[in-house]
């Protein structure tokens, strides 16, 4: 009797409102008039909670199509407990959540599910090997968890008050199965990878340097898992987890990295599990350069900041819409030097080129390897400084402009954007069939805008550098 009339008491004094626990599509309502409740609703339904257990995502419910009714919604809300008594109970004393009363677009939901798949999914982690107390042993696997678009609007449709009755919508998810469920046959490959250190080598291909991100074992083997391997007797190759790898040199990054040089982070990461899986612990990885900013100084022309820039100035017209004149204080884009850099990078060969001193010095493993006279372009058809590489090989190349056959020949970048003509190394031209030109003028400007060597280094060079070696060319 004592709880009759507790309830009896309660459901008076809230007899103009709506029960003290009852809760819409997560907002709370109790105490609310039903116009009050509808003003909550506008308010609070800005914003759901997409959950796959205790993980959880906030979004704005027009990203999955749900647009909620307010006054549907608040007559609901105040109904709980009125239209039958057992609901009374709950609403006074505990939680109720009425489920809201919602449209869903579900074409516009299966579009965003499908969007943001990638970012509720939870990749599965092979098998791998660790090492533990100084010895290398093998890891379980974990399945992972991919989004079941088909399931979660199946939900939605059959019943989406229901499934948002909390403010949140529960995914349906599936499990991903890892490729690879038992690493002990790798246990003693990984145990020799793991006697060293991994030194991971940051090439800067404009400045030719390169600094070194060390990690004992102890902490990069925590990134080792396998993966399939059809050649591999066991059938298995090691790897490195790629989500570890990233977070590793996306920190490292931002820390050693100024504002202009940044990494691509997908190819970093695969340098490094292609280096793991030669079972090489000394990846190297490429630095980028953004596109700079130049404001424009008195007297400066296209032709002189593209020379101080080393690029080639049709390619600073480009980047900036066809640019034929300046203002002092204007601001002009200058491209990046990896516009010439296509190629792969090989960070053990280098080419310096002197245009002021007519000398070339060619490295391989930061030493000295040649060093030859060369002859660069005149005056009216200059060789271009910059940053580039070796583009093409041709035995024999011929230059149309100037009737001219050139031994040799290893392309390294083109003057103007787009066009075939291209500057590069070669031997002694020759004109008509036979007659050999600039024999004698090694070490003075006499080509067209190449870099001319000796028949005899120009062979040796063309042998030596393959497509990609970079090229530093210095005014």
């Keep these: 009797m004592a709880c009759a009339a507790l309830t009896l008491v309660l459901g008076l004094v809230y007899a103009g409102g709506i029960l003290p626990g009852v809760r819409a599509g997560g907002v709370a309502l109790g105490g609310l008039s039903e116009k009050e409740a509808v003003s909550a609703l506008q308010t609070g339904w800005q914003a759901i909670t997409v959950r796959d257990g205790d993980r959880a995502w906030t979004f704005h419910p027009g990203m999955f199509g749900i647009s909620l009714d307010v006054e549907a919604t608040a007559r609901a809300a105040y109904a709980q407990g009125r239209a039958q008594f057992g609901g009374l109970l709950p609403g006074l004393i505990g939680r109720v959540d009425v489920p809201p009363v919602v449209v869903v677009d579900l074409a516009t939901a299966e579009v965003n599910l499908r969007e943001f798949a990638a970012q509720f999914e939870q990749p599965p982690v092979n098998a791998g090997v660790r090492l533990i107390n100084g010895q290398a042993q093998p890891t379980a696997p974990v399945a992972g968890r991919a989004l079941d678009v088909a399931g979660t609007l199946a939900r939605l449709r059959q019943n989406a008050g229901a499934a948002l009755a909390d403010g949140s919508l529960e995914l349906v998810m599936q499990p991903v199965l890892p490729a690879v469920t038992d690493a002990s046959p790798m246990v003693e490959r990984a145990a020799r990878l793991l006697s060293s250190f991994l030194d991971i080598?940051?090439?800067?291909?404009?400045?030719?340097?390169?600094?070194?991100?060390?990690?004992?074992?102890?902490?990069?083997?925590?990134?080792?898992?396998?993966?399939?391997?059809?050649?591999?007797?066991?059938?298995?190759?090691?790897?490195?987890?790629?989500?570890?790898?990233?977070?590793?040199?996306?920190?490292?990054a931002g820390a050693a990295l100024d504002g202009s040089r940044y990494l691509k982070l997908d190819e970093a990461v695969a340098g490094v599990q292609a280096a793991i899986r030669q079972e090489r612990t000394d990846p190297h990885i490429r630095v980028y350069h953004h596109d700079r900013q130049h404001i424009v100084r008195p007297g400066e022309t296209i032709i002189s900041i593209a020379w101080d820039y080393g690029v080639p100035y049709p390619y600073i017209q480009q980047a900036n819409g066809g640019l034929e004149s300046l203002t002092p204080g204007q601001s002009i884009a200058v491209p990046s030097p990896d516009t010439f850099l296509l190629y792969p990078i090989n960070p053990d060969k280098r080419i310096v080129v002197s245009i002021s001193r007519q000398r070339a010095w060619v490295y391989e493993n930061e030493t000295l390897k040649w060093e030859w006279p060369v002859s660069t372009g005149i005056n009216s058809s200059p060789t271009w400084p910059g940053i580039y590489q070796i583009i093409s090989h041709v035995d024999n190349a011929y230059a149309a402009n100037w009737n001219l056959w050139m031994p040799n020949f290893m392309g390294v970048y083109r003057p103007i954007p787009g066009a075939d003509f291209t500057n590069g190394f070669h031997g002694f031209p020759t004109r008509g069939g036979s007659q050999l030109l600039w024999t004698n003028s090694l070490g003075t400007r006499v080509t067209y805008g190449c870099i001319l060597l000796s028949n005899e280094n120009a062979q040796a060079l063309y042998t030596w550098a393959e497509e990609g070696v970079v090229v530093e060319i210095q005014a």
């Excluded at 080598?201 to 993966?227: H, I, N």
Aim: net charge negative; hydrophobic share 40%; no cysteine.
């Design 201 to 252: 080598r940051v090439f800067d291909p404009v400045t030719g340097d390169s600094v070194y991100w060390s990690l004992p074992p102890t902490a990069w083997g925590e990134w080792l898992t396998a993966e399939p391997d059809p050649d591999s007797p066991t059938g298995l190759a090691l790897s490195a987890d790629a989500r570890q790898v990233r977070a590793y040199l996306e920190a490292e």
